[in-house]
Each structure stands twice: as C-alpha cells, then as structure tokens.
C-alpha cells in the first residue's frame, strides 16, 4: 500500500494565554535590542512560530495605537483613536470581558498611564482615547479587570477604585506586598511615567507579581503585558530611549517566558499594535555600542508587524493575517 503519514499529534490548548505588546515595534526594533545586547534576545530564544500581522485600521492604511488594540481585543477593525467600539461608536465585547464571563481572571501591565490607549482598549469603551477621565471611569467600574499594573495615578479616582473592590498600590515595593483580590498597582505617582531605564525593571516584576496573582484562579486566565513605551523612543527618533524600551521588553519576556515553559499550559503571544519610525539600520556604532538607526519618519507605518509565539498553541501563529486574526485566534484556542 501506499506511504503511511504520521498523524500529527492533536495540537494542545492553552490555559492561560499571556499577550505581549510592544507599542510600535517593528521587526527592526527588536533587532536592534538583540545587537545592542551582543547578540541575544529572549524572545528570539523561545520563539516557536513567527507570523506577520497587518495593521490598518478601518479608516486608515496606518493604524494608531487604539485602533490597532481594539483590533486585538475585539477582533473588529476601528477608526483610529478609537477604544474598545466598532467605527459607528458601538461598545464591542473585548476579549478579556468575555473570558471573564466564563471565570477566567484578567489583568494588565504597562509602563504607561493605564487609561492609554492600549490598555484601555481591553477594558474600556469610548470614541475617543483622549478621553482619560471617562476611560479611567470605564477601567475602575469594569469588573473583568482582577489586577491592573501601571502609570496614571492622577487620571483615577482612588475613592471609586476601594469601592469597586480594589486594593491599591503605590510604588513597586508596595506592588510586592500587595496581596488584594483585586489590585491596582500604580508604579509612580506621576502623570507621565518615567522613561526606562530610570523606572527600573517595574515591566519585569509587575509582569511576574501579575502571573503570580492571576494564576491562582484555577480556571486560567489572561494578561496583556504592554511595552509602551518603545513605540514614544521611535516618534521622538531617539534611538538610547527606543533600545533601553526595547530590552526592557525583552527582559521582562524573558522572566515570562520562563515561567510559561515551567507551566506548560500557557500561550506566550509576542507582537506590536504597529510598527513605528519606519526604523532601518545602516551599521554598528562601536563606540555607543548600538547600532546606526534610521528614523524615516516621526510616526506610525504601514509595515506589517511581526508575531512570535511560544506554548500550546503557538503553531496557529504562523503565516500572514490581518491583526483581528489575533483576536480570533485566541477566542479559538480558549475556546470561548
Ligand atoms: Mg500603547
Ligand atoms: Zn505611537
């Protein structure tokens, strides 16, 4: 008879999913961190399976920052600027609200204000982004949010936050020896957070404190870890800031990374909302030891942005898609 083919094994679901954003961070911005640390980079060490994600939004070929996450969340395109509703300014169901309704728990790490528009966009729904207050409002009295890590103090009321059951935070110490069902955690006081690497590595420990929180429901759960910051390095050209962001993303993928490969149930998706600068670089500068990086723009491109995988799971990242296939992906393999 004709050849025998190896079945392939039934792929595995993920538990728990950990979604990783970095603001703007294309291809190059992460090469870029690989060579600037000798060559070595943790996302490139455990990435299982590589995608490329397009990212217009509904009304533009180049997507903003809340378009491109409520394409992720929701897995409907936007007009830019806006959080978390379709382009005629419905409320759409975001992922992280519909896990919740089955028990999952959710949070979100940035190095943001929490009300930007990334995060905002998983738990917040308003037409437009500059809308601080009311998205802070949003992000208090929504109940899938179990732990909340970042910037933005002054845009919440602290009042509203114990009433909806929150246990706040102030300062990554205090983060560590917050023990609330439901926290927030605000890394500084600050209207605008502090650039890496003055922050220190509050990425890092946020994202693992999160894990350790979070993965006490049973039933799984769901984190986005967001970046933010690589994506202002890019619009203001600067490459130190735009490489310090950047390895400090890695770092704390790194510190996620290994847990997921301990736990074996979890699903690390690595990508970026867009990329950013239209980054290119042009050699290695010896005495900075970082590469020559060129800026062609001050803003966001169309350039499709890389998606890199690892986990139960992972395969289904593979190929080239639309950036809501993200959502839908997810949706699948939780099957929710
Ligand atoms: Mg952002
Ligand atoms: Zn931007």
Request: proline letters at 5%; one cysteine or more; aromatic letters at 8%.
């Amino acid at each position: 008879m004709g050849a025998t083919f190896a079945v392939p094994n039934k792929p595995r679901k993920p538990k728990n999913i950990i979604l990783m954003i970095g603001d703007g961070t294309g291809l190059v911005h992460l090469y870029a961190a690989y060579t600037a640390k000798g060559g070595q980079l943790n996302i490139y060490d455990y990435a299982k399976a590589l995608g490329l994600s397009i990212t217009a939004s509904f009304d533009d070929y180049i997507t903003d920052s809340a378009a491109g996450a409520t394409a992720i969340s929701t897995g409907k395109k936007t007009r830019n600027g806006m959080i978390g509703m379709d382009p005629d300014s419905s409320t759409l169901k975001t992922l992280f609200e519909e896990a919740f309704e089955k028990g999952i728990s959710t949070g979100a790490v940035v190095t943001c204000e929490l009300p930007h528009a990334t995060p905002a966009s998983f738990y917040a729904h308003q037409p437009s982004r500059k809308m601080y207050s009311q998205i802070a409002a949003d992000m208090t009295l929504n109940p899938a949010a179990s732990i909340l890590i970042g910037g933005g103090l002054p845009y919440f009321d602290t009042l509203a936050l114990k009433k909806a059951g929150y246990t706040v935070s102030i300062g990554t110490e205090a983060m560590e020896r917050n023990q609330g069902k439901r926290q927030v955690c605000f890394t500084d006081t600050l209207k605008e957070p502090l650039p890496a690497p003055l922050r220190g590595p509050t990425l890092q420990k946020g994202s693992m404190h999160a894990i350790r929180h979070l993965s006490k429901n049973k039933k799984g759960f769901l984190l986005m870890i967001e970046g933010s910051q690589i994506d202002w390095g890019a619009h203001n050209n600067d490459s130190a800031h735009t490489i310090a962001e950047a390895i400090d993303f890695d770092n704390a993928a790194g510190e996620v990374l290994k847990w997921a490969q301990k736990d074996r149930n979890t699903l690390v998706i690595i990508t970026a909302d867009h990329e950013c600068g239209g980054l290119t670089l042009h050699g290695y500068d010896k005495t900075r030891n970082r590469p020559v990086m060129h800026f062609s723009s001050g803003h966001h491109t169309a350039e499709p942005v890389p998606v890199y995988a690892y986990g139960p799971g992972s395969e289904d990242f593979c190929g080239v898609y639309q950036n809501t296939e993200i959502y839908n992906k997810m949706i699948r393999l939780l099957g929710l």
